[in-house]
């Protein structure tokens, strides 16, 4: 290389390095994106597909969605879910104590825009009071027992789908560590939850549900787990309810469409019960985002894929509902990796609608087919 071509030959490269890297360098941070304030009723727009719903809180924690969200953006929902409040320990906290408040705003404030409701959860290893299991077997059966008739009779008619039992196995067995199963001695609990949800309300569908079900290990889990416990013969389990807590890149639409299949082929029905999708990938050490065009439309992409494969399953799918309405309220805004963060907030966004409520593009792009 001549000497003097040296200065020049830098500049080249600065200009080349510049450009290569799409002018990043130079330019300023994007600015977030905006979201949409006209939008269509994305409930309507599924009607002949499958039910849309949200989940929600009635007031525990104080927030009422319902009076929270814009009318605009509660209404495009045609199925309802408690986020919390029907949970054993907020719905019984003492035994014979019942907080039917919010769980009532729910079903009321559902059934008053003609939706639907799922009733999250009946039995769960999380979020239920130690004194429902406490004693002998046959002492925590009895409160069981006396839990579900309360509670799901309470709403009798009134909720289209019980989550039933709620994360009763790891990916190779038995929730062993579950203070059901620990009372009980084995997974026979499981046979009794849904007997007395069945005694309850026999016209609501009886669902288990979990996550991570589209991990073969679990989804064949679960599978045996069924077959074993003879749920669907005996027990009247009615269906599947798949989480859902995904990412941008997992699952793979092929793992998706085999467990819609695993458990259609078992005559059960198949719901997306906690639809989100976490753009950190469950990265505790990853920085909060902005949500950037470049985010808004791999978040539209990603959706948009998956609500392609769920219509093309619509005849195996009978409700898909999203864990949250809009990015300010939703489980994921927290870093989840206490090395990094301990319980700090960091933004996610999962949701349809955006922190200032307003439509995002991936709402968009679901309800454009
Ligand atoms: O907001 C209150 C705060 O005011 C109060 O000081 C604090 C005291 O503990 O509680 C705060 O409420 C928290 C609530 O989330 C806020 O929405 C509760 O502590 C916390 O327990 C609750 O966590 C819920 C979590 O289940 C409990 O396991 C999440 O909201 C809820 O989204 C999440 O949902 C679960 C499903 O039920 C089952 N599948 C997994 C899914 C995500 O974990």
Redesign the pocket.
Known sequence: MRKNARPMYWATAALILVFSFGCDLLSPPKEPATGFTEFGNIGELYESYFPIGA?V?GGE??TNSFTYYPANVVSVFSSFVA??CM?PALIQPEEGTFEWDAADVIVDAAEARGAVVRG??LVWH??SPAWMTAGTKEEARARMRAHILAVAGRYTGRISAWDVV??AVTDYGYRTDSPWYTVYGDASYIQDAFDYAYEADPDAKLFYND?GVVNASKRNTIKNMITELRLKEDHHLAGVGI?A?WNLNWPSLNEIQATIDTFSDMGLEVQFT?LDIDVYGGDGSIAEKVLTDDLEEALADRYGEIFALFRQNAEKITNVTF?GIADD?T?LNRFWDSTYHNDEFRQNYPMPFNTNHEAKRLYMRITDF
Request: negative net charge.
């Open positions: 989940a809180s924690y104080g986020e919390n949970k999250h959860t999380s979020q709620n994360e996550y989480q807590h906690e864990w309220h489980w």
